[in-house]
């Protein structure tokens, strides 16, 4: 079981980026039905922008600030002055107009930033948590899984105990009465994209951390992301959460299987056709009713 310790500590934190990312997208869903699918391309460009400042010899902190508020500023325009131009169109139609801005997002910085090598450090990476005589977590990486503990915590308050929050559920159950109510509708959905944002350029940095650091590759995050959101029903940020733990963690006992190696960066797919076919044979689809707020 040792020898099996570092893996599973190593997916849970590689887990918990998955779930901060799934909750993003679940709370953009919530408030607005979009499937964000350039989430991904967010946090990607928040990471390398972090990393360009930095270069630049700018405090590190600052370096942060302009990833985290890049993302949160791109994503709080699309659903500002973009996204409510495609309210009337059906939900495929909105999800792909994500896909075209994630393209347009990663065909620059990829245009800008290249392919060379680079990487990402944070505070963090030079101490951690030791176990028998070697480190066993980074703090980069115990930072993480708190930070996306206290994300759903904060979500859940703020959907359950906010004015905003109550908006989103208005929204989330019936958009048109809600209109009809007063809810202002674009102010709600700006917020839910300006969340949306904020979750994918902290998400950026932290995969930024530790992966190559690379336009396209950072891209992809939305994959284990949305994977993790399937868990949820694109609606439980539980069950988001805990199908982001539980991709990382496979993901991670996989290498220790030199048979399956090759294959665990299709676990977020498996997961994700797992999770579809229970929910189809649970009778389970999509919901957008306001009754699960777990």
Known sequence: MESFLPFLVVGISVGAIYALSGVGLVVLYRASGVVNFAYGALGGLAAMVCWQVIDLEYAEWMGWMA???AATLLSWGY?????????????IVRAMATLGFALMIMGMAQWYWGDTPRRLTLPGDSGGIEFDGRRLISHTRVAALLLAAAATLGMLWLLARTPLGLR???????????ALAGVRIKRVDSWAWLLAGLFAGVSGLFMGNMVRLNPTVLTFLVIPAMAAAMVGRMNSLGWTVLGGLLIGVIEALATTQPSLQRYGSATAFVVAILAVLWQQRKGIGLSRDNSHLE
């Open 168 to 178: 989103m559920r208005a929204l989330q159950s019936n958009r048109v009465l809600s």
């Open 79 to 91: 659903g500002r002055f973009i996204a409510p131009s495609l309210t009337h169109q059906d939900r």
């Open 67 to 69: 990833g985290i508020a």
